[in-house]
């Protein structure tokens, strides 16, 4: 498992990550999402080993983590660092034995994660030479290419075409079932929502709200859709009802300080009801909030 305990980083007087606290645990995927500049990719560099801690630590097995343990890591950083006027498998093969791994072991694992990504055809072609969506199935194949014990990537999903998204959240998926703890930054919730066991939401550089999409969703207080036979607007004047949204005679609200029962009982008096239903927020809706 990696853990991240009260980690610290401070840029001179800013704090960009301020005491941050979450775990990974083995064979689950774990979403890491917030706006720009909430933190996620500093904390991600630190857990790696690329920037300095500053306070807390990285935890890795229920020990502080090491040089020789992140080694064993498969990492994509925001910056991708691979070279661009390099035959591909040749990088391939030298991350790979950088690693550890022989010579032939090394080709023949490069070789197959370009088959998988659809680019076997351009083992040999530069880095350069294809379009920024290949480039980034090749950063992928990196950071995967010595069958590392856990992954931290940065964004990987960006750029990526819907199929390609599709190979790739089968690939972390197979890692997951072999036990690797995934922690991945993405600005798609809808797609973290569909893949993760696990968010962790960070906002200035804090974490404002982790755990999975249910815990998430049930956390809140409850809402309710109520779609009557006009206009909805009289519910902003009800006392005891919280109004999110109003669009005619649509309305989602909580209900603090009253019933369901009360508030069907003012809407039949008004005219009719179509629909007084539970709902419960997106993690889309959760997000906003948290980082509002």
């Known amino acids: 498992m990696l853990e991240v305990a009260r980690l610290v980083r401070r ?8 005491e941050v606290s979450f775990t990974v645990p083995e064979g689950e995927l774990s979403g890491f999402v917030g706006g720009n500049g909430a933190g996620k990719t500093t904390t991600m560099r630190m857990i790696m080993g690329v920037l300095g801690i500053h306070g807390g630590e990285v935890r890795w097995a229920g020990r502080a983590v090491t040089a020789g343990d992140r080694r064993k890591f498969g990492y994509m950083p925001e910056e991708r660092g691979l070279y661009p006027k390099q035959p591909i498998v040749d990088q391939l093969v030298y991350l790979a034995r950088l690693r550890g791994m022989s010579a032939a072991a090394a080709v023949s694992r490069a070789d197959g994660l370009l088959e998988r990504f659809e680019l076997s055809g351009r083992r040999k072609d530069k880095l350069e030479s294809l379009s920024l969506g290949n480039q980034q199935r090749v950063q992928i194949a990196a950071a995967v290419i010595a069958e590392p014990v856990a992954l931290v990537l940065d964004e990987p999903f960006s750029g990526l075409d819907p199929v390609a998204v599709d190979s790739m959240a089968e690939l972390l998926k197979e890692y997951a079932a072999q036990g690797v703890p995934i922690l991945f930054s993405s600005h798609q919730l809808d797609l973290v929502e569909r893949l993760c066991d696990r968010l962790i939401i960070l906002a200035d550089g804090r974490v404002v709200a982790q755990g999975s999409a249910a815990e998430l969703t049930e956390s809140g207080p409850a809402r309710y859709r109520l779609v009557l036979g006009a206009d909805a607007q009289w519910l902003r004047a009800l006392a005891g009802v919280e109004v999110i949204e109003i669009d005619g005679a649509t309305a989602i609200v909580e209900l603090p300080d009253t019933t369901t ?4 009982t003012e809407a039949l008096s008004r005219g009719s ?6 709902v419960r927020p997106s993690v889309s809706d959760i997000y906003r909030e948290a980082v509002a």
């Open 11 to 18: 840029f001179g007087e800013k704090v960009a990550v301020d």
């Open 273 to 278: 009801v179509r629909e007084l239903a539970e």
């Open 261 to 264: 029962d009360k508030v069907l």
